[in-house]
């Protein structure tokens, strides 16, 4: 997304040459405002799926703490 706007920033420096400076940084400022967002929201999405997954199905950890029936006493 990133590298996406700054393409999309060249490509407008048309725009900041003819001066018009709060269309141009207007732009690129709502779109980082929406990177932004948009990265925590994934974050947070991917954050309860973990969550849920470990719910459900249990996490690594809890394959560590039960005691192993196979073991040689």
């Given at each position: 997304?990133?590298?996406?706007?700054?393409?999309m920033?060249?490509?407008?420096?048309?725009?900041?040459?003819?001066?018009?400076?709060?269309?141009?940084?207007?732009v690129?400022?709502?779109?980082?405002?929406?990177?932004?967002?948009?990265?925590?929201?994934?974050?947070?999405?991917?954050r309860?799926?973990?969550?849920?997954e470990?719910?459900?199905?249990?996490?690594?950890?809890?394959?560590?703490k039960a005691?192993?029936?196979?073991?040689?006493?």
């Amino acid at each position: 997304m990133l590298i996406y706007l700054a393409v999309m920033a060249y490509i407008a420096r048309q725009r900041l040459a003819k001066g018009e400076y709060l269309y141009y940084f207007g732009v690129i400022g709502i779109s980082l405002v929406i990177i932004v967002l948009l990265y925590f929201v994934l974050k947070k999405k991917e954050r309860l799926r973990q969550e849920r997954e470990e719910s459900y199905y249990g996490s690594y950890q809890d394959d560590d703490k039960a005691p192993d029936d196979n073991k040689a006493e």
